[in-house]
């Protein structure tokens, strides 16, 4: 590829927003949470920077912060917030992210909540 050629644009996400919506709708309405046996930051931070400052001047400097004051000191976020958290682009991200998120759910017997890692 020369300088003059143009950069190749980002692949477009092949899982579609239907497809995304019920995944999220079926981890909503498992008996066991998202995160499995871990907690949510360690579940996490195995997936994402969590310390990486964010550009949302609405919301606490990283999201470690933000989960650490919504989730554990005021407990005002509900369960599901991740999936809508645009900074963990698992809504309309590239696959890989969502795919990534959702293998880390799923140990080798495949079912969620069984995760035993750490």
């Known amino acids: ?3 003059s050629d143009p950069a190749p644009a980002p692949p477009q996400p092949s899982i579609t927003s239907v497809t995304r919506h019920d995944i999220f709708n079926y981890l909503r309405e498992i008996s066991s949470p ?15 920077d969590l310390d990486q400052p964010t550009a949302d001047s609405s919301r606490l400097s990283t999201v470690r912060a933000d989960i650490q004051q919504h989730r554990i000191n005021n ?12 900074r963990l682009e698992l809504s309309d991200g590239p696959d890989e992210v969502l ?6 759910l799923l ?5 969620p909540g069984n995760d035993v890692r750490g």
């Open 75 to 86: 407990y005002d976020l509900d369960d599901d917030w991740i999936f809508e958290d645009p």
């Open 107 to 111: 140990p080798a017997g495949g079912e």
């Open 1 to 3: 590829m020369t300088s």
């Open 34 to 48: 998202w995160w499995g046996r871990l907690d949510e930051v360690t579940f996490l931070e195995d997936l994402y």
């Open 99 to 104: 795919l990534a998120d959702r293998t880390g």
